[in-house]
């Protein structure tokens, strides 16, 4: 993996970096455009999707739990379904945070690269 870090050689190749940034994973473009930073990036994204995804587990179990039993009370329906909410928007709110940090990593690593620069050379098939 090590031989695609490098900083992007011509604007074809930070744009494909700042897409990977965007649309695939938040930080992982900024470390293939050699940019340790991106490891940070990368980190708080994966802090804040595994919280979202374990505070959702344990909704959809509490959920469960309570259409399960039959003698569960409207009031103890109603605080299964948003009790310790505060979790979910921690865990998206590092989501949100980590996605506009690679947005900010994204327009530098555009703007840094050389616009027209001619990829590498390469040699003459011999037929």
């Not at 530098?108 to 001619?118: F, G, S």
Request: charged share 10%; aromatic share 14%.
């Amino acid at each position: 993996m090590a031989r695609f870090i490098h900083p992007p050689r011509n604007r074809s190749e930070a744009w494909r970096c700042a897409l990977v940034n965007q649309l695939a994973f938040p930080g992982l473009g900024t470390i293939f455009a050699a940019q340790k930073i991106g490891y940070a990036q990368a980190a708080l994204m994966l802090a804040g999707f595994f919280v979202w995804t374990g505070y959702m587990c344990w909704v959809i179990y509490h959920q469960i739990k309570v259409l399960f039993d039959m003698g569960a009370s409207t009031q103890e329906v109603n605080d299964a379904k948003f009790a310790h909410g505060w979790v979910g928007v921690v865990g998206l709110g590092l989501c949100l945070v980590a996605w506009s940090w690679s947005l900010f990593s994204s327009i530098q690593i555009v703007k840094a690269a050389p616009e027209n620069a001619l990829p590498p050379s390469v040699p003459p098939k011999i037929s």
